[in-house]
């Protein structure tokens, strides 16, 4: 959907399903939002009966392990919410109400296909204030080992350059490349699922940990193959999802992203400590509103935003 404007659904979309770790049953409920808003859950079933509202931010993100929470467990959270986010903004969605009623949204199929489906169903709705985006003005780096994820400046739009590299023969070593936009997202990116290894299924077990994983919403790698039995949905289906995963963690930004994403052995920690750099220095970015002429609190810079920018995510 190309739009320089802001944007939300046009009616709701609702979805069921279970925890990949809690188990849980949930129900969500994709409400359409007012201009500015952005994505914030509102987290609603918790003891008591209190309510909490928590925003789409990487400041709220709680914890990374396995996947990306935000809010506090004592208080609310939301867990698991990568697919979700990544789906909403591959598909250029700013605002939105997420109602949940359980601890973490559900797994559905193990990738973000069911969610684009629901928000297609429910239609995407322009706005009439112009959208901003989050612009990249000077490289930032965060690295483990030999592990890393960088952002760096990139006129063209947002790309991502992820590469992964495991022991396992059945992974080894994939990368991918996309600029993102809508239906390049819906076509090489949202049907990628989560996957996991069965030599670790019983230590997730005993830490409370995978209780609602099975065949038919993660990939499940033995020690030669895989055992769903219908097989990879692509042949590199295990970058993609770490793909995936990316554009849903860097959504936390809370602005599309014009610039260059990198990673080589990363996940929702480097993920979200990547976006954390970016935001830890004012000179390191500049937003930008759709179809203005210069940055935002940068006025000496004076770039234009890229005619096409409003698709890219």
């Known amino acids: 959907m190309k739009s320089s404007k802001q944007t939300t659904l046009r009616a709701q979309a609702v979805l069921t399903g279970v925890g990949v770790h809690s188990g849980k049953p949930v129900r969500i409920v994709l409400h359409p939002a007012d201009a500015n808003h952005g994505v914030v859950f509102l987290r609603t079933g918790m003891p008591g009966g209190n ?32 697919h979700l986010m990544s789906a909403l903004s591959g598909l250029g969605i700013d605002n939105l109400l997420v109602e949940i009623d359980g601890p973490e949204v559900p797994i559905l199929d193990g990738s973000a296909a069911p969610f684009v489906d ?99 919403n993660t990939v499940a790698i033995g020690e030669d193959s895989v055992v769903n039995p219908e097989g990879l949905r692509f042949p590199d289906e295990f970058v993609r999802h770490k793909l995936l995963d990316a554009v849903g963690d860097l959504a936390l930004a809370g602005a599309p992203i014009l610039g260059e994403y990198r990673s080589y052995r990363g996940g ?30 940068h006025a000496e810079i004076g770039a234009a935003l890229p005619a096409f920018a409003a698709d890219t995510h």
Request: charged content about 25%; proline content about 3%; aromatic content about 8%.
């Open 268 to 297: 929702h920690r480097m993920n979200v400590a990547i976006v954390e750099a970016l935001f830890a220095d004012r000179a390191n970015y500049a937003y930008v509103e759709a179809g203005a002429r210069r940055e935002l609190g």
């Open 118 to 216: 629901a928000i297609q169903q429910a239609g995407i709705a322009t706005l009439a204030a112009p959208r901003r985006y989050l612009k990249v003005l000077r490289p930032v780096r965060v690295q483990q080992g030999a592990a890393f994820c960088e952002l760096n400046p990139f006129d063209k739009g947002f790309r991502l350059d992820v590469e992964i590299d495991f022991e396992t023969p059945l992974i080894g070593r994939q990368r991918k490349v996309i600029d993102l936009e809508p239906t390049v997202y819906k076509r090489e990116v949202a049907r990628a699922r989560t996957f996991g290894f069965m030599r670790d299924v019983e230590r997730l077990w005993q830490a409370g940990l995978a209780l609602g994983a099975s065949l038919d």
């Open 51 to 82: 309510d909490r509202l928590i925003e789409a931010r990487h400041v709220t993100v709680s914890a990374t392990e396995l996947c990306t929470i935000v809010g506090e467990q004592s208080t609310g959270s939301v867990a698991t919410i990568e």
